[in-house]
C-alpha cells in the first residue's frame, strides 16, 4: 500500500556530493520515522541516518559531519545530502518509513528498491 521510490544515486569522487530522495506514495495516512539505510557487497544492511515526523535525528558514527537528512512531512519525501564522500560510503542506499495506511489502524515498515552510490578514489 506504500511504495517508496529513491533517485540520486550515482558515481562520484571521493570528496564529492550526492544528494538521494525518496518519495513515499499510496494510500498514506501518516508516516512515523523515516530514514536511509546501506548495504555494501558482503556486508549486513546498517542504519545510515533517520529522521521522525518531528524533525529529531540520527546519525550512524561513520557519518556525522558529512551526511544530513531532510523531511518533507507535507510531500512525503526524505531526502540524504551526502557530502566528503569517501570510498567506504559505496553502497546500495535503501530508503525506509514506517508508515500508516487508511485501511488500517497501526504502522507497518516498507523499504524502496535502493539506489547505487559508488564512490571512487
Sequence with gaps: QVQLVESG????QAGGSLRLSCAASGS????NTMGWY???PGKQRELVA????GGS?????SVK???TIYRDNA?????LQMNS?????TAVYYCNADARVYSRNYYQNYWGQGTQVTVSS
Excluded: M
Aim: aromatic residues 10%.
Design 28 to 31: 498514506i495516512f501518516s508516516i
Design 75 to 79: 510531500k512525503n519525501t526524505v531526502s
Design 57 to 61: 535525528t540520527n546519525y550512524a558514527d
Design 9 to 12: 544515486g550515482g558515481l562520484v
Design 85 to 89: 564522500l569517501k570510498p567506504e560510503d
Design 65 to 67: 559531519g558529512r551526511f
Design 38 to 40: 546501506r548495504q555494501a
Design 50 to 53: 533517520t529522521i521522525t515526523s
